[in-house]
């Protein structure tokens, strides 16, 4: 099936640095929504994204709709150990499914 | 306010058996839609219910089933189960449709393992 490039694949940093990732599509979305999965769970919502150019922050998580509505990026400041878990991307267009990337893997050392 | 929930939690078959599951969706959503995931992967839509019906359906073989009831509450069924069918089956409500509303939160998924 079809899926969103997202990447990284994995990332490892300290504690305290500045985290990004990023998602892109060869086809426009209307919403763009990050998730974050730990392991034998269901994906947890962090931020959803409604229009083209949107900049969003929850916490220290900032997210935005790119403008040519094909891509999408995520940052977390100031990591913290419990931020370790796999965040994924997700974008939907004019129907009603989720098309989902295939995970950053996120660790962070103590 | 409850959240998405999902029954069993986890689930061995053989291969060749049917399988369902069942997911409650969040207070006062009324639209559910099933996603696979496979290990290492993101989630894979399979179908969406609304009104009892399926309004979409991903790329999935007619093996995999589901309907929704009057409360909201839906069943995902899979029939002559395969290998590859053992996955994370998530269960994801919203409010349908338009705007902030077609927002999806998923419940803590099934693991369903086919030996």
């Known amino acids: 099936g079809q899926q969103l490039n997202q990447s990284p694949q994995s990332m490892f940093i300290q504690e305290g640095e500045d985290v990004s990732m990023n998602c892109t599509s060869s086809?426009?979305?209307?919403?763009w929504l990050w998730y974050k999965q730990d392991p034998g769970e269901g994906p947890v919502l962090l931020i959803a994204?409604?229009?083209?150019?949107e900049l969003t922050s929850n916490g220290r998580l900032t997210a935005q709709f790119g403008i040519t509505r094909k891509d999408s990026f995520l940052n977390i400041s100031a990591s913290i150990p419990s931020d370790v878990g796999i965040y994924f991307c997700a974008g939907r267009g004019s129907n009603y499914k989720l098309t989902f990337g295939k995970g950053t893997l996120l660790t962070v050392n103590p | 306010d409850a959240g998405v929930t999902q029954s069993p939690t986890h689930l061995i078959k053989t291969r060749g058996q049917q399988v369902t599951l069942r997911c409650s969706p969040k207070s006062g959503h009324d639209t559910v839609s099933w996603y696979q995931q496979a290990l290492g992967q993101g989630p894979q839509f399979i179908f969406q219910y609304y009104e009892e019906e399926e309004r979409q359906r991903g790329n999935f073989p007619d093996r995999f089933s589901g309907h929704q009831f009057p409360n909201y509450s839906s069943e995902l069924n899979v029939n002559a189960l395969l290998l590859g069918d053992s996955a994370l089956y998530l269960c994801?409500?919203?409010?349908?449709?338009?705007?902030?509303?077609?927002?999806?939160?998923f419940g803590p998924g099934t693991r369903l393992l086919v030996l």
């Open positions: 086809s426009i979305f209307n919403t």
């Open positions: 994204l409604y229009k083209a150019g």
């Open positions: 994801a409500s919203s409010l349908a449709p338009g705007g902030a509303g077609e927002t999806q939160y």
